[in-house]
């Protein structure tokens, strides 16, 4: 909490430093020099740890062929797919933990006049080093959808019709005129490969290229029997940012019909969300074990707590792990001698951008 003069200091020094700074909010970090000109203060932002879901669902839309009651009879294969239908499959969930500015945790450190420290903020506003460059954070790979996959490639299994199948006069006849032109097909593919044909491809591109359309001709031909498949992958998130423990909470509904749904569709079988405290953020102690009080005007940062989490649908464990939260934790300072030139040197410290606490300290 800030007074009065505090926060008149407060709204000239945010001033300033915005107008020093705004060459740099494109980047993705900003850096602030303390300066005769801010009077040696600088403005940042702790963090709320916030908990994000990613959700990887594939859609399956299978179709079935015109001629599959045949595909028996002039294949010699019954068809595996026998009526339309879509269906979704949840593949992969990961979870992970990522730092928003805490609104309520603002704070001003004064350091000392004739030193010229400099902090580095994220673009949000959050402390991430102070007289250092900050620490790359390891990207976290995102879940990422494949592309649209097709049992045909995208063609129309229709192109393939040939004129005796058109003029075919029932459904009969047609499949019967179909298989009669995947065989030839298949044959065409065997002497081609086998080289027992009147005229050779001139070169291996040639040949490539009539391999690769005997192929899309079979599959489209044996597609009238077997039918189609289509796949399509999604991704979805949710964030969550935990103020305690959680039970059983619905983090999203997942249904093998629909996909993904909202929280209150019953349609849906729920994933349930249990967050559970492991460890609280303690104050240091002094030789007699008790806390050690707040260094004042100094820079403030997070000792944070620990929590699991895990991730359930209908039973099965879909994610497991632990995680450092701001939220589980206390509040603590640097005392801003440390960053004036000493015989000792300068402080030089990183934190983490998920918590705001001290990743290292060194001179």
């Known amino acids: 909490m800030f007074t009065l003069k505090e926060n008149r200091m407060r709204t000239l020094l945010l001033s300033l430093c915005t107008i020093c700074a705004l060459g740099s909010f494109a980047q993705e970090t900003t850096k602030l020099t303390a300066a005769k000109h801010n009077k040696y203060g600088l403005i940042y932002n702790l963090p709320r740890t916030q908990v994000e879901i990613e959700a990887l669902v594939t859609k399956t839309t299978v179709k079935v062929g015109p001629f599959y009651q045949y595909a028996e009879r002039f294949l010699g294969t019954p068809a595996t797919i026998t009526q339309d239908a879509e ?12 730092g928003v500015p805490d609104k309520e945790q603002q704070y001003l450190v ?8 400099f902090i580095y903020l994220d673009k949000e506003g959050v402390i991430l080093a102070v007289n250092t460059d900050p620490v790359a954070e390891a990207a976290i790979e995102p879940l990422t ?13 229709y192109s393939v019709f040939s004129e005796d199948l058109l003029l075919a006069g029932s459904t009969n006849k047609m499949a019967e005129e179909a298989a009669k ?28 290229v009539i391999i690769n359309q005997l192929d899309q001709q079979e599959q489209s031909l044996v597609a009238l029997f077997m039918g189609t498949v ?8 949710f964030r969550i940012t935990p103020s305690d423990s959680l039970t059983d909470e619905i983090a999203f509904r997942f249904s093998t019909k629909r996909g993904i749904v909202s929280k209150d569709d019953l349609g849906g079988s729920p994933v349930y ?3 559970k405290v492991t460890e609280r953020g303690e104050l240091p102690i002094d030789e007699k074990g008790r806390p050690m009080p707040l260094p004042k005007k100094g820079l403030v940062y997070c000792i ?3 929590a699991n989490i895990n991730l359930q649908l209908n039973g099965k464990e879909l994610f497991n792990g632990n995680f450092q939260i701001a939220q589980f934790g206390v509040k603590y300072a640097l005392d801003p001698s440390m960053f004036a030139n000493s015989k000792k040197g300068t402080a030089q410290v990183t934190f983490y951008p998920q918590t705001g606490a001290i990743r290292e300290i060194k001179y």
């Open 145 to 157: 959808p494949q592309p649209k996959k097709y049992s045909l490639e995208g063609n129309s299994y």
């Open 230 to 237: 289509e796949t399509e992958q999604y991704v979805k998130r």
């Open 110 to 117: 004064q350091f000392k006049s004739g030193s010229t420290p």
């Open 181 to 208: 032109q995947l065989y030839h097909i298949r044959e065409s593919k065997v002497n081609l490969i086998t080289g027992d044909v009147d005229q050779i491809p001139a070169d291996g591109e040639s040949y490539k």
């Open 87 to 98: 269906t979704y499959s949840l593949d992969k969930v990961q979870v992970f933990t990522r």
């Open 273 to 275: 969300l249990n967050l």
């Open 304 to 306: 944070p707590g620990s």
